[in-house]
């Protein structure tokens, strides 16, 4: 009798600690479930953003399989632009920078999944997102300025014919300043082929680009459409200079048949004017305009 009871005592421990060893592997995995549906904190740039004594910080968190930002300040946590995702680059690159802005307060920006860059600053503790359009790869110059990439739908509508002679998207950097409460794109001026003289160089080096590209394209100097010989060439269009020293020219061609049969193109240089020299800084297809967000 004796060796039963002791048989069952032996039984039911044992019964009580698989239970108990079942009951701790639950809670283990349940745990592990909680610490992934918890926002892991992916990166973060912590500052006295807007100068008042007090830190900020801007956080990516890991969210599934997303990562969002998030605003920490005076106690409180904010999630900011909450629809969109954020880019995850590689271990050794930054996905949030902080930039000094002229009035040495700080913003800070990141690239969305959306190829915009999104763009904050601190006043009085708040975080205000700053409107710069669909621009990406925001970043800082060396002279305190800023730069972003702008993809723009450049298109050419011949009225009289009333149809598209040109088109196509383009992607070409802008350039913005902090005016102490906004980012503005540097504005521009339009100016005529005889200012060009103005800049040491800068009209032969137009011209002899004009002269390669109608000698690769147009070295006849018409094209033949609908039986007829008609005048195409390259040729300036428009010429901005920027109050930041930066020149965009534009050039374009377009031919048109008797029968509305045609074609046109366009493209751009950027000039950097540094002591009235000219140099050639960037060049693709597409124009400029006075500004990237008319």
């Not at 032996?10 to 995995?29: I, N």
């Not at 690239?111 to 669909?134: F, L």
């Not at 002899?208 to 005048?231: C, K, S, T, Y």
């Amino acid at each position: 009798m004796r060796k039963i009871l002791l048989i069952l005592v032996v039984c039911l421990c044992f019964c009580s600690c698989a239970e108990k060893g079942k009951m701790t592997k639950e809670q283990a995995v349940s745990s592990e479930v909680l610490q992934e549906q918890q926002a892991e904190v992916f990166e973060s740039v912590t500052k006295d953003f807007d100068g008042n004594g007090t830190e900020e910080t801007f956080q990516l968190r890991r969210e599934g399989k997303m990562l969002k930002l998030w605003f920490v300040g005076d106690g409180e946590e904010i999630p900011l632009v909450q629809e969109e995702n954020f880019v995850e680059y590689g271990p050794a690159q930054q996905n949030l920078w902080a930039y000094e802005l002229s009035d040495r307060a700080f913003c800070v920006a990141g690239e969305s999944d959306t190829a915009r860059s999104v763009v904050y600053i601190v006043c009085d503790g708040v975080a205000i997102e700053q409107e710069i359009g669909k621009v990406s790869d925001f970043s800082q110059q060396e002279d305190g300025s800023f730069v972003g990439t702008a993809s723009a739908l450049d298109v050419g509508y011949s009225v009289a014919e009333q149809k598209t002679v040109w088109g196509g998207r383009t992607i070409k950097p802008y350039w913005f300043y902090w005016d102490g409460m906004q980012f503005v794109e540097y504005s521009a001026q339009k100016l005529c082929w005889e200012q060009l003289a103005d800049f040491d160089g800068l009209q032969k080096q137009v011209e002899q680009r004009l002269a390669q590209w109608n000698q690769q394209q147009f070295p006849q100097g018409f094209v033949q459409i609908d039986g007829e010989e008609i005048p195409a060439h390259w040729k300036v269009y428009d010429i901005w200079l920027r109050e930041n020293g930066i020149i965009n020219i534009n050039y374009g061609y377009d031919y048109l048949s008797s029968n509305g049969n045609g074609g046109g193109g366009r493209r751009y240089d950027t000039f950097l004017i540094e002591q009235e020299t000219a140099r050639l800084m960037d060049s693709g297809e597409g124009i400029y305009r006075v500004s990237a967000h008319e």
